[in-house]
């Protein structure tokens, strides 16, 4: 799979993108905006995209809606530190495929990675 991981936080983004890709042997693109994100989903196709809510500009989940106008049926798993109901509500009504709250449970997201790699690959 084609991942594009949208994480600000520098040891947090090495750690994912080196168990993503040695470990899980996944394409990964690693971001740190929001507006990257927008920019790189313009550019690349990608089959899922991790999305940290809290970035440098602006709530990961604003972006969604520009991410869809170049990708309408990408897969997003947004990820946050910053847990609340009314956060992963607001989060859900923009259509995506999975919440996780920090830190990230890595066993929990490989199992969520290859349920929708079997999925796109059937």
Not at 27 to 40: I, K, L
Not at 59 to 86: A, C, S, V, W
Request: glycine fraction near 4%; charge should be neutral; include cysteine.
């Amino acid at each position: 799979m084609n991942i594009l991981l949208v994480e600000d936080d520098p040891s947090a983004a090495q750690v994912m993108c080196v168990t993503m890709k040695k470990a899980w042997k996944q394409e990964v693109t690693q971001v740190s905006t929001g507006r990257a994100a927008v920019q790189a989903a313009e550019n690349q196709n990608f089959d899922l995209v991790l999305l940290d809510i809290m970035l440098p500009d602006g709530f990961g989940y604003t972006f969604i809606p520009e991410i869809r106008k170049h990708q309408p049926d990408l897969k997003i798993i947004t990820m946050t530190g910053h847990n609340t109901p009314e956060m992963e509500k607001r989060i859900w009504k923009h259509s995506i495929t999975y919440y996780m709250a920090k830190p990230v449970n890595f066993k929990e997201l490989k199992d969520i990675i290859d349920h929708i790699a079997s999925k796109t690959a059937a």
